[in-house]
C-alpha cells in the first residue's frame, strides 16, 4: 500500500509540474509541498533538482492538528 501511495503521489506531482517545466527556477527563499511519507518528500526534492527548479532540499518533519498527522514539508 505504501508503495503504491508513493507511486501515486509521485506521479500526481511530475503531471502537475510538467506544466511549468520550461519556467525559471523559482527565486524564493523556501518552496514548500507537504507529504504524508518521508519517502515522498524526498522524491519531491530530487525531482525538482533533477528538473532544475532548486540546488537542493530539506524535509522537515511537523506536525499538524495537535499531532495528529505527521507531515513532511
Known amino acids: 500500500m505504501g508503495k503504491a501511495r508513493s ?6 506531482l ?3 509540474l510538467t ?10 527563499d523556501s518552496i514548500r509541498y507537504v507529504y504524508y511519507l518521508y519517502s515522498d518528500c524526498v522524491n ?5 533538482i533533477q528538473w ?3 540546488t ?3 524535509c522537515v518533519y511537523t ?5 495528529k498527522y505527521a507531515l513532511w514539508a
Open 63 to 67: 506536525e499538524a492538528y495537535g499531532g
Open 14 to 16: 511530475a503531471a502537475g
Open 52 to 54: 532544475g527548479w532548486w
Open 56 to 58: 537542493n532540499y530539506n
Open 44 to 48: 519531491g526534492g530530487n525531482l525538482g
Open 19 to 28: 506544466l511549468s517545466v520550461g519556467a525559471a527556477p523559482a527565486q524564493a
Open 7 to 12: 507511486l501515486a503521489v509521485t506521479a500526481a
